[in-house]
């Protein structure tokens, strides 16, 4: 018999959150205490009630002695739901607000940070080869999720999904379509290995790594809405850092700078779609 859902409001279970994340950085390094304290707890006792374990305690003893457990829990502990061309209307205002900037460097490098299974990386690959900059463009698609990542790299997608994919692709302004860049066979779709040559799929977390690159262009979208104040404020810094002077932040729909102390270096370009200049 399968246990029943813990309680997750009980004093007990917050202290057996506590004791289960330092034992994951301990042992994996990966670090999750600075991420939002209500998913968090919902998608562990998720994991427990998926792993048989009555108690987080349990779960913390096994995932400690059962190294193959790990990777199970980590697909529990980070989310990855997206979209080709999510939220069109962000793209269309990188079309019209961003791309006549970058056309003006002799080259690009863009950080996808949190590209979970890689459908924000792929989009913006498709709109830079629309946009003719593709060629001179390295992409940086970052995840701390290897599976993830692995799927992200492959490209490839569940063929149902492709109506979506094209939906939001000619919202976002498309030039051309997006039939041009996969190849369908057998219910699943992949997309154009000419795109992924310009892509480089990377481990980065960012709650311990630090910048690796000066970029034109960073879109983290739907990532900082998982973490608390001070782990926003952590991401945000190194998004900073990691922008070139009058370079470009992509947010998701119901992330924002207001009240972050990194606040004031950005401008709005288009508030709506959280988009931002570094001053």
Not at 18 to 25: I, T
């Amino acid at each position: 018999m399968r246990p029943r859902m813990l309680d997750v409001a009980s004093k007990d279970f917050d202290i057996e959150v506590r004791l289960l994340l330092d034992a994951l950085f301990l042992k994996y390094h990966y670090d999750f205490r600075g991420y939002a304290a209500s998913s968090l707890k919902r998608r562990l006792a998720q994991a427990a009630e998926h792993f048989d374990c009555a108690t987080l305690s349990q779960l913390q003893d096994r995932v400690l002695h059962e190294p193959a457990l790990f990777p199970g829990l980590l697909d529990y502990l980070t989310v990855q739901v997206s979209e080709l061309f999510r939220d069109p209307s962000y793209f269309r205002s990188l079309r019209e607000h961003v791309v006549p900037v970058l056309r003006t460097y002799p080259s690009l490098k863009v950080w996808i940070a949190g590209c979970s299974t890689g459908e924000e990386a792929w989009s913006l690959a498709i709109l830079l080869r629309e946009e003719g900059l593709l060629e001179r463009t390295l992409l940086y698609a970052t995840d701390i999720n290897p599976t993830a990542l692995q799927r992200a790299e492959a490209g490839l997608y569940a063929v149902d999904r492709i109506a979506t994919f094209t939906q939001n692709h000619r919202l976002s302004g498309a030039r051309t379509s997006l039939s041009d860049y996969y190849t369908a066979a057998y219910g699943s779709a992949v997309f154009d290995r000419s795109l992924k040559s310009h892509i480089v799929f990377s481990d980065h977390s960012l709650a311990t790594d630090s910048v690796f690159a000066e970029v034109q262009l960073l879109s983290c979208r739907n990532v900082l809405i998982y973490f608390n104040r001070e782990l926003q404020e952590r991401a945000l810094g190194l998004f900073r850092d990691s922008l070139c002077h009058k370079g470009f932040l992509g947010l998701g729909a119901r992330e924002s700078l207001r009240f972050s102390t990194h606040e004031a270096t950005f401008a709005p370009v288009v508030a709506e779609d959280r988009l931002y200049q570094k001053r």
